[in-house]
């Protein structure tokens, strides 16, 4: 096989790859499993992936490894103070660390660079159902 050839199929595979989120669910998939280490890897993979479905299908939130609780914890990493907000840079690397892409960039607060508690939770619990609706098409 030629290299144009052989550079058009990875083209096409990288695009599918991409249209479909399949890096994202897997590392969504392989994330929860080494969090859970379930007994039946399989078995938990196959309801994670019904869940997904369900999820797809119904509109309801998409399985996660991370919740309301873990945002909590990371703003109180990041707001050692307890001043109740964080700086811009402050709320956007703290989402990117934990994974997310698709962070608000004008977010409540970013004119006056104090994103507040309740701000940083919604917007990474946006951001979060984001990440793990792998199912849906950019």
């Known amino acids: 096989m030629d290299d144009s050839v052989a550079t058009e199929r990875e083209k096409e595979a990288s695009a599918y790859l991409e249209k479909h989120k399949i890096f994202d669910l897997m ?25 997904l479905k369900q999820a797809r299908d119904s509109g309801e939130k ?25 700086t811009f840079a402050q709320y956007k690397q703290a989402l990117i660390s934990l994974g997310m892409k698709d962070i608000n960039e004008c977010p409540d607060g970013v004119n006056e660079d104090k ?4 701000t940083f939770i919604t917007e990474g619990m946006l951001s979060l159902e984001k990440s793990s609706a792998t199912y849906k098409q950019p």
């Open 27 to 51: 590392k969504n998939l392989t994330s929860m499993l080494f969090f859970y280490r379930p007994d039946d890897p399989k078995e938990f993979l196959i309801e994670k992936l019904k869940q």
């Open 62 to 86: 998409a399985p996660s490894l991370l919740s309301h609780s873990n945002l909590d914890a990371v703003f109180g990493i990041v707001d050692p103070a307890n001043e109740r907000h964080v």
């Open 115 to 118: 994103i507040s508690y309740d």
